[in-house]
């Protein structure tokens, strides 16, 4: 209705009300206009369900195709035998058969420690570090602001060698902090190098064997002892010795037992002719020097001996058969075509197989299955009428219909029962059989191949004419529809115009009107106050020059 009329009630002839009449107007040429925007609603309604029933078919595609493609690429699958110092997984189209695997080295990176130090922060001196990864240094600057354990660590980290360093508590006695620099990456190839040039600390070690300081436990005794030497052991590790049988350095034999982190035991003597300060051999390469004094059975002393090589840059190597492999990884791709081998320990000979993955075609029949039934519920539920119900979206639609006939004709010339796939006659929804599946794939492979590329030849041809994007049949059936709705649109756009011009054309002619009638109410109500008072006047009608006496 228009805004801004007044009603208007002819009180002296028939009591008209304007503004129903406006409305009265208005809503008689809104019909049509309503017609045409329901219209447009329905047109997005088969819109929205062309667009859920091409989503049907492309999912249907893709099932076909992975489907097909398993004639050409079947699906393989692995297994090992018990205790197998491996994993395998399919990584591409490995032949099927049996392999004998052995491993006898994991590869592994690099990884070098220095000799130990008492704390994290302990200063190593200002200068350069130089790293060597195959062949190129890389300097890095050690100075006031990164002269410690932990600076020198981040510095490594951030210098881009492809190496990670990092401060570790190792427990041991006397010095348990340590740098330890670890190549990112495992193989033989990967090994590095490191060299300083540093003053005013204590620069790491990362070439030689280190032996830490002497660390008194108990001494009742007055002679210091002090262990170095060369040290001589293949891992880092601690020292523990203990004085049983005390008595006067260079006077009395004494002996002294050790043990170390690995197991090692055992114990030695030192002979009543030693000479104060001269060597005596331990274990490992390690010395005692002892000076002069006495040691008292139960003293106990302990020390720290490193060495560099925490780990060796070393490939993988196993057997395949009569076959030697190396590989830089753990994940080992050359030594099986196809097959990844996730290397866990070092063992063997173990087993191999390699052959058809039933469970996995199964699984492709059985999507197939799925989207097929997708396809054909949202088909029938939106193309066929239901007596008493409203009509469904589509329901004019005869080019899915023929579609869907096209399908299940197609289905009739294949053996699905090689697939382990029955129909349901009444409804027309397929169902899969793992089991039979299975049973037909070992009973004849080859039917069930025939039977996927027969499967695929006849439906691939009507799903793809459907599912093209541009120029199938959902497609052009959807680009009609949205057709629909822009002309549609611009109809009710025109007759919205004209609307709204017929609206106001109306409201300037009721104002008219009204103007009209209040002069005629004025003339009324003037004769009718001069009949009272019976005293002549005048009044002039409004919109005109005529004036009138009483």
């Known amino acids: ?125 200002d200068g350069i570090v130089t790293i060597n990864v195959g062949g190129t240094n890389y300097n890095i600057t050690v100075d006031s602001s990164n002269d410690t354990l932990d600076g020198l660590a981040s510095a490594i980290t951030a210098a881009g060698a492809g190496v990670t360093a990092q401060v570790v508590n190792t427990g041991l006695v006397g010095a348990p902090y340590r740098l330890l620099v670890t190549s990112n990456t495992t193989g033989s190839t990967q090994g590095f190098t490191i060299t300083s040039s540093l003053s005013g600390g204590t620069a790491p070690n990362f070439a030689q064997s280190q032996v830490g300081p002497t660390v008194i436990n108990t001494l009742n005794g007055t002679a210091t002892p002090t ?93 395949v058969g009569g076959q030697i492999v190396s590989s830089s990884s753990n994940q080992v791709t050359n030594a099986v075509p196809g097959v990844t081998l996730s290397l866990t320990g070092t063992g063997g000979p173990a087993t191999l197989t390699v052959g058809s993955d039933t469970q996995s075609e199964g699984n492709q029949i059985s999507a197939f299955v799925s989207a097929y039934n997708q396809l054909l519920n949202d088909i029938q539920k939106n193309t066929q009428a239901v007596p008493n119900q409203a009509a469904p979206p589509l329901a004019a639609d005869g080019g899915l219909r023929t579609s869907l006939f096209s399908l299940q004709f197609g289905l009739g010339q294949v053996n699905l029962a090689q697939l382990g796939i029955t129909v349901d006659q009444t409804t027309g929804q397929l169902s899969f059989s793992q089991s039979s599946f299975a049973a037909a794939q070992s009973a004849d492979p080859t039917s069930v191949t025939q039977a996927i590329t027969s499967l695929y030849n006849a439906l691939n041809p009507v799903v793809s004419y459907a599912a093209a994007p541009t120029t199938g049949l959902v497609a052009t059936e959807t680009a009609s529809d949205q057709q629909t709705v822009t002309n549609l649109n611009q109809q009710i756009a025109t007759l919205n115009q004209q609307l709204t011009a017929q609206e106001s054309q109306l409201q300037l002619e009721y104002g008219q009107i009204q103007a009209q009638v209040a002069g005629y109410q004025n003339i009324a109500q003037l004769f009718a106050t001069s009949s009272s008072s019976g005293s002549g006047s005048s009044v002039t009608i409004p919109g005109s020059n005529l004036t009138v006496s009483a």
């Open 1 to 125: 209705m228009a805004a801004g009329v007044t009603p208007i009630t002819l009180s002296n002839f028939t009591g008209l009300d304007f503004n129903q009449i406006l409305q009265a107007t208005v809503a008689a040429d809104q019909v049509p206009i309503t017609d045409l925007q329901n219209q447009v609603a329905a047109e997005n309604v088969a819109i929205s369900t062309l667009g859920t029933i091409g989503a049907d078919y492309q999912n249907l595609q893709s099932a076909l195709t992975t489907l097909n493609d398993s004639v050409t690429t079947p699906p393989m699958t692995t297994g090992v035998s018990t205790n197998a110092p491996f994993t395998a997984a399919v990584n591409g189209a490995p032949l099927a058969g049996t392999y004998t695997v052995s491993v006898s080295q994991l590869a592994s990176a690099e990884s070098l420690g220095s000799q130990g130090y008492a704390s994290d922060t302990a200063g190593v001196g």
């Open 227 to 319: 262990v170095g030497g060369n040290y001589t052991g293949a891992v880092t590790q601690s020292y523990q010795f203990t004085v049983t049988a005390g008595g006067t350095v260079g006077t009395d034999p004494i002996t002294i037992a050790y043990t170390s982190d690995t197991g090692e035991s055992g114990s030695f003597t030192v002979p009543a002719s030693y000479s104060a300060g001269s060597p005596v051999a331990v274990v490992d390469g390690l010395t005692l020097n002892l000076s002069a004094g006495t040691l008292q059975t139960g003293d106990s002393f302990g020390v720290a001996a490193f060495t560099p090589q925490v780990t060796a840059a070393q490939n993988a190597t196993l057997q």
